[in-house]
């Protein structure tokens, strides 16, 4: 499975620790969804640094779809709003 | 509901897969189609192969049936040249019969030999289209790979424009990492020429070179002092005549040092 974080590249990972890095991503949603603005941060630092160290970072000219992609670690919980708000296509909760 | 990795995913993916549905695979289909075209092509030819038996089978019969038939007709010259007419008769009756036997099967094996014919033709043709099928259906899925792989490029690379603006932020990380690194540098130049840092490239002036530099820049000193007492004493042109005189003294001195040396 692979991880992109934006800004730095992608991130090789095994499926088996999907669901660790499931609830930090939930806990993540859900504090950007009711703007908790330090949560937030706190959380994407936590899911970030686990994904770096459970992952393997791919070579950057390695050409592999991603199957999740991970804000940057400096992204705002403004802009990480906005991306997903883009354009209408996310589908329905 | 998904967490912001699968959603951000999702988003890029829609991005890049507009063009393709990945619930259906067309290459599936392709190929789906092209195995019932073959089994077409295949009963066509087990049909040709069942008109070729039978036709062959009323052959074999026609044989019998001419030989038959020519049996006959010589047993009834036979009969008629022994004067049996009347087992002449019987012969060519029989010999009649065999022959309205043999016009039927002459009938049905021209049908079939017609048959034969068109099956023959529409087995080459269905061939011939399944071939082209054949070609097409790969062609379509190369494409559709290529399709695909585009994409898949396309899906990797939106992920990296999305960073673009990164980009941006990132030169400015460098930018004011060189900026630091370059005051930084200056001030250690400072602070080297101050001596309060040592400097351990040897580029400097070691102590001891300080010492001997105070030294010499001191005997300047003494020198330049010297110079000016003695302008003062004998005025400006007094002074003059001391460089003047300076300069026959030393050409004046120069016979004199080298016995000098001679002596040592």
Redesign the interface.
Known sequence: MI??V??EGQVALAESHLAE??KL??E??TE?ETGDGPGFRRTLTALLSRVHELGEPLPDEA??????????PDATIEE?RE??S??G???G? | MSGVMKRMGMIFRAKANKALDRAEDPRETLDYSYQKQLELLQKVRRGVADVATSRKRLELQLNQLQSQSGKLEDQGRKALALGREDLAREALSRRAALQQQVTDLETQHATLQGEEEKLTLAAQRLQAKVDAFRTKKETIKATYTAAQAQTRIGEAFSGISEEMGDVGLAIQRAEDKTAQLQARAGAIDELLASGALDDQSGMHKDDIQAELDRLSGGTDVELELQRMKAELAGGPSAGQQAIEGGDEQSRAQQPQDTPRFDKQ
Do not use: F
């Open positions: 991880v992109r934006m800004g890095l499931n991503d939930e993540l949603l950007m050409l592999e779809p991603s199957d999740l992609i991970l804000p940057a990480v991306l997903l883009e354009d296509l996310i589908p909760p």
